[in-house]
């Protein structure tokens, strides 16, 4: 049984940061392509930023410039890094696993986080 399970949401005020961190079990991890995604209030579930086994990345360009996303294959792990947050970043971020040669994905639970003053 695949578990992803994210860590590090919180209140922040405008222009912070925090790191979420995702930590996976149950499965070859560098195997998958890892990805946060977010969900906002009255909105569909996005990405925000995806990280592959060999650690090529990709963005949502309302992120580009101010999140990091990477890994660490030795502890099973993912990471995003958010930096000069936004009122408009405020959702509940889900770690998502995807192996696209087996087709199978795997949520976390989600963590919340609220940028606000």
């Known amino acids: 049984q695949v578990q992803l399970v994210e860590s590090g949401g919180g209140l922040v005020q405008p222009g912070g940061s925090l790191r979420l961190s995702c930590e996976a079990s149950g499965t070859i991890f560098r195997f998958y392509t890892m990805g946060w995604y977010r969900q906002a209030p009255g909105k569909q579930r996005e990405l925000v930023a995806a990280?592959?086994?060999?650690?090529?990345?990709n963005y949502a360009t309302s992120v580009s410039g101010r999140f990091t996303i990477s890994r660490d294959n030795a502890k099973n792990t993912v990471y995003l890094q958010m930096n000069s947050l936004k009122p408009e970043d405020t959702a509940v971020y889900y770690c998502n696993a995807n192996n696209s040669y087996t087709g199978t994905s795997y949520w976390g639970q989600g963590t919340q986080v609220t940028v606000s003053s």
């Open positions: 990280i592959s086994g060999g650690g090529r990345t």
